[in-house]
């Protein structure tokens, strides 16, 4: 996400935080620069001369020349300057009537049914109700039914005898009713909260927008929410202004940003559209969401990393008292195998590591793992976890008793070779080793340092002695 930008902000921080002084025409090349910047990412032609021109503005203004830092303050104005551009301050969704309804709309396969097991989720606290107002694709109530369960929400489907209804082949009528009879059971069942997963057409059409139309007629949602593919760039600008102007939108939803290393899309947006992202959507898991932060973003987008929601999400998924027990045992060099198979869980719990790793300012992850080659290999997690499963509980906690065909045993069993074993054994061995040396400290109750500066080593199979140090920054 914002890769493409970021790395171009990283070489222009490079270039500036140092200077002493800047003279105007190091500015204008500046600016040049970025503009150019801004358009290799697909942010919108408008959007980006626009945002130059404040950017200009507000450079003249602050008399950087005359500061004594000015490559510094520079970049302070462009972060900003850069969040306000995207949108000043978070949104966020207010309800007030109960239950609420979120209608989500869109095209095929952007994301509204994953987004709405998403939204489910965050909003768990209103009980919410998951609704299927989509017969028109086969499979797509199944659909929601299976992430509704992994989101724990509720979930309301069309009436069995309605899906072969006759002569309304689009199901536009059955899933008004669907709508309406999710409403009543709502109040009925004291769901505070009702999304509505509509069904997505290839195109703009009329059929389509007639049937949000009457959705939004018969429901009154307090959000009609957009959900936009980031993918697709300044298409989505464009299928924005569309909607919004047939069937008014509240705001918009962008989802696949993992899968985009441009986001010239959420750069543009607020610009452009004059409308809020409420979210983004990072990944196909219902707990790949985020709120959309601007001033998140625009430290995320100049490199600086986004520390608090990395804080936020590992603080979600990871149980403190483990890491606290587990830190102990490491300060005291008794780490055995169950606590690295315990470590192991909570890293799959936090999902895609490199994405966490993302969040850390560029330049703190290098050696991590986290830029070039792929970053954290899950299929190593994997293998590393077959093998400590191979093993018995004894051995778990005794890793000294492993002999030769105890390690044979357990190569075959987990599909590895004694060679894979005799690595992890040694992994442990120099944990333990590193906790020896370790001084007591705070770093290490933190439940990323096992993995910390040695992610690839400890954890994976990798020959890596261990990246650069990791120091946490303050911000
Ligand atoms: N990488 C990535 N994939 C996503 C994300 N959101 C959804 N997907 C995937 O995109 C595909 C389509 O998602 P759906 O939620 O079914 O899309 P939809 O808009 O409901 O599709 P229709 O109901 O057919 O219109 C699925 O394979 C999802 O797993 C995301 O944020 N990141
Ligand atoms: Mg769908």
Do not use: W
């Not at 000015?70 to 972060?79: D, F, I, N, S």
């Not at 097991?117 to 694709?137: F, T």
């Not at 600086?304 to 990871?318: H, K, N, S, Y």
């Amino acid at each position: 996400m914002f890769d493409l930008i970021r790395d171009a902000f990283v070489r222009l921080k490079r270039e500036l935080a140092g200077r002493g002084s800047l003279s105007e025409k190091e500015i204008k090349e500046f600016l040049r620069t970025l503009r150019l910047t801004l358009l290799e990412a697909d942010v919108n032609y408008k959007a980006a001369k626009a945002f130059i021109e404040r950017l200009d503005s507000k450079l003249a203004a602050t008399e950087i020349y005359k500061s004594l830092a000015p490559g510094r303050q520079a970049l302070k104005v462009v972060y900003e300057e850069l969040a306000l551009f995207l949108g000043a301050k978070a949104e966020r969704l207010e309800f007030e009537k109960s239950p609420s309804v979120i209608l989500l709309l869109g095209l095929q396969g952007i994301g509204k049914t994953t987004m709405a097991a998403k939204l489910a989720r965050l909003y768990s606290g209103k009980k919410p109700l998951l609704v299927a107002a989509d017969i028109k694709r086969p499979a797509a109530v199944e659909q929601l039914e299976a992430l509704a369960k992994k989101s724990g929400a509720d979930f309301f489907a069309p009436h069995q005898s309605a899906k072969s209804s006759r002569g309304d082949p689009d199901g536009r009528k059955v899933n008004l009713d669907t709508c309406l009879a999710a409403l009543k059971h709502a109040k009925e069942h004291s769901n505070e909260l009702v999304i509505i997963d509509s069904a997505g057409r290839l195109h703009i059409d009329d059929e389509m927008v007639g049937e949000i139309k009457e959705i939004k007629q018969a429901l009154s949602p307090e959000y009609t929410l957009l959900v936009l593919d980031g993918l697709v760039g300044q298409d989505a600008l464009r299928q924005t202004e569309e909607f919004h102007a047939k069937v008014g939108v509240s705001g918009a939803i962008l989802t696949k940003l993992d899968a985009d290393s441009r986001g010239g899309a959420a750069i543009s947006f607020r610009h452009v559209t004059g409308l809020p992202i409420y979210f983004i959507g990072t990944g196909e898991r219902v707990t790949d969401i985020e709120i959309f932060h601007p001033d998140r973003i625009a430290s995320r987008i100049l490199g600086e990393g986004d520390i608090q929601t990395m804080v936020e999400e590992v603080r979600q998924v990871v149980d403190e008292n483990q890491s606290r027990q587990m830190a102990e045992k490491l300060m005291a060099g008794r780490l055995d195998f169950n606590d690295l198979l315990n470590q192991l869980k909570q890293v799959s719990k936090m999902g895609d590591i490199s994405k966490l790793l993302e969040r850390l300012p560029a330049g703190m992850t290098q050696g991590l793992g986290a830029e070039g080659e792929g970053g954290f290999d899950p299929s190593e997690l994997k293998r590393t976890e077959a093998i400590i499963l191979s093993m018995t509980p004894e051995e778990r906690a005794n890793p000294e008793i492993l002999d030769g065909s105890r390690k044979l045993r357990i190569a075959r069993g987990s599909g590895t070779t004694p060679r894979d074993v005799n690595q992890l054994i040694k992994q442990l061995e120099m944990m333990q080793g590193m906790a020896k040396m370790a001084k007591p400290g705070k770093a290490l109750l933190s439940p990323l340092a096992p993995l910390g500066g040695r992610g690839r080593t400890v954890i994976g199979h990798g020959s890596g002695h261990g990246g650069k140090k990791k120091k946490r920054k303050k911000r």
